[in-house]
């Protein structure tokens, strides 16, 4: 079990977390990036130190660079190329707002529609007394 803990300091996000084996790691970054991705970042960043340099090698020296961690620094950048839910949320993100555009423009084209049926009766309406008016303007003539 780790524990967790987030402060904030103005524009900057202060992640840190502490593995039951008291290894920790701390992550500051700006409001936006996720909180749940910066603790995996943590998380697997500390797992792979722990594989490159056992505890038994942690006396005094300096550590050398794990490429892991560098390689998942460099993917971490970007959280929807680090976390498939962050990616997930970010395509339904998307896809809503194509919805709502598309559903804007179904019901403007309802509404298109509308007006079309109603100037079609209205020229139906004209066309039926245009036809009663014709009618009864020649029943006063006979053709021979």
Do not use: M
């Amino acid at each position: 079990k780790a524990v967790v803990s987030t402060q904030s300091t103005g524009e900057y996000i202060c992640h840190t977390l502490v593995k039951s084996d008291k290894v920790g790691g701390v992550l500051i970054c700006d409001e936006e990036y996720p909180q749940r991705v910066a603790y995996s970042f943590i998380l697997k960043s500390l797992d792979d130190f722990c594989k490159h340099h056992p505890k038994s090698t942690w006396r005094g020296t300096p550590f050398p660079e794990v490429l892991e961690i560098k390689q998942q620094f460099d993917l971490f950048q970007d959280p929807r190329k680090a976390d498939s839910i962050t990616a997930i949320q970010g395509d339904l993100d998307e896809t809503k707002v194509i919805l709502y555009n598309t559903i804007e423009q179904v019901l403007e084209r309802g509404e298109k529609l509308d007006d079309i049926v109603a100037k079609s009766e209205n020229l139906s309406l004209t066309s039926k007394q245009f036809y009663k008016t014709a009618k009864s303007t020649n029943s006063c003539c006979t053709i021979l």
